[in-house]
């Protein structure tokens, strides 16, 4: 077993692992091309916030292709499990609906620069300074120091005050 599939599997490992870091280093560096053509400090965070949301992306689906050609090589017909999977997933999808909502809500809120961690924002008669933003809530800090934890998806109206057209 170990000279025939557990060569296969230390590949496959070592492949994953290093198409993984690779990945990683390409996305930082395609955010921050883009970045550097545009101006400033905010820029900056904006991409720091984006190359981790796509980084982490990444390295999940390559991981689970590593797990699927990795089955085989140590006996298992990934077939019956992908289609369990997808019939959970399936099941978990009409029961998520609201996990959904927030992720893509989320995703919009970073393609959209609609505000940024730092900034001073009223989002749904929340007030306060954004201090984390990811694909699932947004997390901001109100003028008495009570944190707030909102979730994408029950973001219906945003307003950024610290950006101010004159």
Same mark, same amino acid.
């Given at each position: 077993?170990?000279?025939?599939? !557990?060569?296969?599997?230390?590949?496959? #490992?070592?492949?994953?692992?290093?198409?993984?870091?690779?990945?990683?280093?390409?996305?930082?560096? $395609?955010?921050?091309?883009?970045?550097?053509?545009?101006?400033?400090?905010?820029?900056?965070?904006?991409?720091?916030? #984006?190359?981790?949301?796509?980084?982490?992306?990444?390295?999940?689906?390559?991981?689970?292709?590593?797990? #699927?050609?990795?089955?085989?090589?140590?006996?298992?017909?990934?077939?019956? &499990?992908?289609? !369990? $999977?997808?019939?959970?997933?399936?099941?978990?999808?009409?029961?998520?609906?609201?996990?959904?909502?927030? +992720?893509? $809500?989320? &995703?919009?809120?970073?393609?959209?620069?609609? +505000?940024?961690?730092?900034?001073?924002?009223?989002?749904? !008669?929340?007030? !306060?300074?954004?201090?984390?933003?990811? #694909?699932?809530?947004?997390?901001?800090?109100?003028?008495?120091?009570?944190?707030? +934890?909102?979730?994408?998806?029950?973001?219906?109206? $945003?307003?950024?005050?610290?950006?101010?057209?004159?």
């Amino acid at each position: 077993w170990v000279i025939g599939p !557990g060569i296969k599997v230390i590949v496959i #490992l070592f492949l994953a692992l290093v198409i993984s870091k690779v990945a990683k280093v390409f996305v930082s560096r $395609a955010v921050r091309t883009v970045v550097e053509k545009s101006n400033g400090q905010i820029q900056k965070e904006r991409a720091k916030t #984006l190359s981790k949301v796509f980084s982490s992306t990444l390295k999940i689906m390559i991981w689970v292709i590593a797990i #699927l050609m990795l089955l085989p090589e140590i006996g298992i017909n990934p077939t019956p &499990l992908l289609a !369990g $999977a997808g019939l959970i997933g399936l099941a978990i999808g009409m029961g998520s609906r609201s996990l959904v909502q927030d +992720y893509l $809500a989320g &995703l919009f809120i970073l393609l959209e620069d609609q +505000y940024r961690v730092g900034e001073e924002v009223d989002i749904s !008669g929340k007030k !306060g300074h954004v201090i984390d933003l990811n #694909l699932r809530r947004t997390i901001i800090k109100d003028e008495e120091g009570i944190i707030h +934890y909102i979730p994408n998806g029950q973001v219906k109206t $945003a307003s950024n005050l610290s950006r101010k057209i004159s």
